[in-house]
Each structure stands twice: as C-alpha cells, then as structure tokens.
Antibody, heavy 127, light 110 residues
Framework: QLQLQESGPVLVKPSETLSLTCTVS??????????WGWIRQPPGKGLEWIGS???????YYNPSLKSRVTISVDTSKNQFSLRLSSVTAADTAVYYC???????????????????WGQGTLVTVSS | QSALTQPASVSGSPGQSITISCTGT?????????VSWYQQHPGKAPKLMIY???KRPSGVSNRFSGSKSGNTASLTISGLQAEDEADYYC??????????FGGGTKLTVL
C-alpha cells in the first residue's frame, strides 16, 4: 500500500526559500505509470495545485507560481521535493504531496486525480 | 486560471440527497471528462471520492456519484449520513498537464 509523508522546516522567513520533501513508501517512485504532485491549502481556505512531476524529471507548474517553484525527484531515496522561493506570508499553508492517477487513451495519458495523499505539513512564513 | 466555482455551503437532513456543483469553462471542465472530487474532514488530508467525472475508487460508498453537463460537474450524495459532513472540493484537468481546484463547499448535515 503506497504511503506518502511530507517533511521539512515548519517555519520559513519572508524572502527565503521553502523546501519540503515527500518520502514514498510501499512502492517505487520510478514506476513508469506514476506522476507525483504538490498541493497546498492556506489556513481556512481551499486547495491549490502547485505542480506535478514524472520520475524522469518532466515537471508542470501552476502558472501563478511557476516563476518561484521547482519540483525535483531523487529516485535513490524514493523522494520528491518542492522548492518555493521568495516566500511571503501568503505562502503560509498546509502543504500536501500526492500521487496522481491518469486517464490514458491511444498512448496518451492525462494525469488528473490525486490518490493517495500525505498527511500534510503546515509551513508558516514569518520573521 | 481562475478557480472552479462551487457553492460555499450546502446542507441536508439525514437520509436526504444533496448535489454540489462545480462550474468551470470550456477550457477545463467543458473540454475534458477529467473531474475529480475530494472529501476533507477538519484537520485531515483530502480523500478521493470520484475521479474522471463518475468513477468511484474502491472502498468509496455508492451513495456518492458524479456527473457532468457542459461546463458544470456535479457531486451527488444520497442517503445523507452524519459522517458525510465535511468540505468537498472538485478538481479539473485544464490542459497542458495543469490542474484546477474549486473553492470548496462545506456540507452540513442538519
């Protein structure tokens, strides 16, 4: 049974870079059928897709965050990571990692649903 | 990209049915049968309830169903139970490997 767990600093100063890691257990992050993603949720607000990653390194980002986001993979550790630069208080949120599921037809797959999710980790941006 | 539009809140009595709408545009919901729905209880991670408009993952009650018409997707919960009280979010594929969430709907079981 696939499980995901987020880890990283819970407090980040404004203008610095937020860094989180998602450790995958119960399966290989290098599976050819898996995409991985990050989602965040500011306190009391809704969910926001941050970006998605294939184990080979192909990545896709939310256009509103694209200039500040990098998602990468470390297959040797079965982990993938999120880096968000130049953070402000608006980046305070619970950050979730998740596996994406796909709809595939004629050899083309659209990764579009999240399951399972990690438990989430609250990151606060404050001096 | 703007968030998909969901009602802020819906309510129903035990045993009743409720429907939550999720309205997007012809660039997202209207173009793809790739809408998913998530249930989130307070302090918990979201849980997948419906994917690809109307498919239920293993273990999800058949009281949950999904549909789509034009630019609007819907989640229907029949036989409402107290445990269904939670926040619900829709999510749609929006092309070019991007995804868009709705603002969320708080379901209250009266």
């Amino acid at each position: 049974q696939l499980q995901l767990q987020e880890s990283g600093p819970v407090l980040v100063k404004p203008s610095e870079t937020l860094s989180l890691t998602c450790t995958v257990s119960g399966g290989s992050i290098s599976s050819s059928s898996y995409y991985w993603g990050w989602i965040r949720q500011p306190p009391g607000k809704g969910l926001e897709w941050i970006g998605s990653l294939y184990y080979s390194g192909s990545s896709y980002y939310n256009p509103s965050l694209k200039s500040r986001v990098t998602i990468s993979v470390d297959t040797s550790k079965n982990q993938f990571s999120l880096r968000l630069s130049s953070v402000t208080a608006a980046d305070t949120a619970v950050y979730y990692c998740a596996k994406l599921g796909a709809y595939c037809t004629s050899g083309v797959c659209n990764y579009n649903w999240f399951d399972p999710w990690g438990q989430g980790t609250l990151v606060t941006v404050s001096s | 990209q703007s968030a998909l539009t969901q009602p802020a809140s819906v309510s129903g009595s035990p045993g009743q049915s409720i429907t939550i709408s999720c309205t997007g545009t012809s660039s997202d919901v209207g173009s793809y049968n790739l809408v998913s729905w998530y249930q989130q209880h307070p302090g918990k991670a979201p849980k997948l309830m419906i994917y690809e408009v109307n498919k239920r993952p293993s273990g999800v009650s058949n009281r949950f169903s999904g549909s789509k018409s034009g630019n609007t997707a819907s989640l229907t919960i029949s036989g409402l139970q107290a445990e269904d009280e939670a926040d619900y979010y829709c999510c749609s594929y929006a092309g070019s490997s991007t995804l868009l969430f709705g603002g969320g709907t708080k379901l209250t079981v009266l």
